[in-house]
């Protein structure tokens, strides 16, 4: 099929005969795929749910499902994300979906701006937070290797828990409010939303990068430490815990589209409180 000039009508009669046969009904969807859209008219809210589960099962596709009646409950619950309007014939739908909203024309705002935003920030954070977890264990492990396999943890159980918590907490969710595009070029240009369709913000390849920034950063660390400073095994522990620190707070930087007032305030302010703790509490480093 061509899918610049092919729609695809069927009704509910059609369908009930489509739904009792099991190759009918996939070679239906696989042909749907090919065109432009497809209209289901006049159906039941069983067949609605149908439909939902077919084109999830047979094209292996997330979906999303949009509905504003109670008609619509059993479609909107059977997707991946399901969009109640609230409308004329009742709150049923928007009660029943995941997201709310009071017109059709805001799915653009929710899926252009808001699920954009929301998809590349996650994708930042875990991988963040997978990396600030491998970063702590490969300094252990190659500490152990260059001092002869001690089995002696580098980290006391506090300063791990600072690193995770109070010392990059702040810096790491000030993430949450960086933007590559404003609303407005988002909302003008929806090609930039075929990017986050491909999935490259957050795959086995980005995976695979963080690895490799957390080994080479912990490599980076742990020998620099060892060839600059003479008495490193007395104080290696405050040496490559104080970068560990600041190099955390240059990979927020890094990751940043926009250096924003809020993120440097959240390093700045961190990097006082582990100043504060390493006055007080010297024992620990």
Request: hydrophobic fraction near 50%; glycine fraction near 6%; proline fraction near 1%.
């Amino acid at each position: 099929m061509n899918k610049n000039s092919t729609m695809l009508m069927v009704d509910g009669v059609a369908l009930t005969k489509i739904m009792k046969n099991e190759f009918v009904t996939k070679q239906f969807f696989q042909a749907a795929q090919g065109a432009k859209s497809v209209c289901v008219c006049r159906c039941s809210p069983t067949q609605k749910a149908f439909v939902a589960k077919s084109v999830k099962n047979i094209n292996k596709k997330r979906i999303a499902c949009v509905g504003d009646g109670g008609n619509d409950v059993a479609m909107i619950q059977e997707a991946d994300v399901g969009l109640g309007i609230v409308g004329k014939e009742g709150m049923q739908a928007a009660l029943a979906s995941d997201f709310s909203i009071l017109e059709f024309s805001h799915l653009k705002d929710l899926i252009l701006w808001h699920g954009r935003l929301s998809y590349q920030r996650t994708a930042k954070l875990s991988q963040f937070i997978i990396h600030r977890g491998m970063i702590i264990s490969f300094i252990q492990a190659i500490f152990m290797m260059i001092f002869f396999l001690v089995t002696i943890p580098i980290f006391n159980g506090f300063l791990i828990l600072g690193y995770a918590t109070i010392y990059t907490q702040m810096p790491v969710f000030s993430l949450v409010f960086d933007e590559d595009v404003d609303r407005a070029t988002a909302l003008a240009f929806p090609i930039l939303y075929q990017t986050l369709q491909a999935g490259r913000s957050l795959n086995f390849k980005t995976f695979l990068i963080w690895v490799w920034k957390s080994i080479y950063q912990a490599s980076i660390i742990m020998f620099l430490a060892i060839i600059l400073f003479n008495d490193s095994f007395v104080t290696i522990v405050s040496i490559t815990y104080t970068t560990l620190i600041a190099i955390e707070f240059l990979n927020v930087l890094q990751e940043l589209t926009h250096i924003r007032k809020i993120n440097i305030i959240a390093i700045i302010l961190s990097s006082f409180i582990y100043a504060g703790s390493v006055y007080i509490f010297n024992n620990l480093f």
